[in-house]
């Protein structure tokens, strides 16, 4: 594992990666490599905690877009939470929001705020409350 990835764990057919440092190629790759892998695996549902990275490029951006592009092709789902405001910023920018699950839909989750008829919004919410 990269020292951008901070770690990787599974739940509820979710896997949630959380990162540490700098969204650039070598992050955006980072997180590509475990994408990929669990694709491969039949799994496609992610979940990124990004409240250790405080910057990005539009070299990690256009690989998250890539990894969005893949997880289309087969049905798949990613979001992403505790951005920081810059961050949040860049990705609404670069086209990243429409495309994934975003800090204030989570947040929405944890309130209940959402239909329950989305069954990776359920996940969502069962993977959000998860403490370590």
């Known amino acids: 594992m990269s020292d951008f990835i901070k770690s990787v764990k599974e739940s509820n057919g979710i896997i949630i990666i959380e990162t540490d440092g700098y969204l650039n190629n070598i ?4 997180i590509s490599a475990i994408c990929y892998e669990k694709m491969s695996a039949g799994q496609n549902k992610f979940l990124i905690n990004m409240a250790g990275t405080k910057v990005v490029n539009s070299i990690g951006v256009s690989i998250l877009i890539e990894i969005i592009e893949k997880l289309q092709e087969v049905d798949g789902k990613i979001g992403y939470y505790n951005l920081v405001p810059i961050v949040s910023k860049t990705f609404n ?3 990243l929001t429409p495309y994934v699950y975003r800090t204030k839909c989570l947040l929405k989750l944890i309130s209940g705020d959402f ?5 990776l919004i359920l996940a969502f919410r069962s993977v959000y409350r998860l403490k370590d």
């Open 115 to 119: 239909p329950d008829a989305d069954p």
């Open 93 to 95: 920018i670069m086209g």
């Open 27 to 30: 992050g955006g790759e980072a």
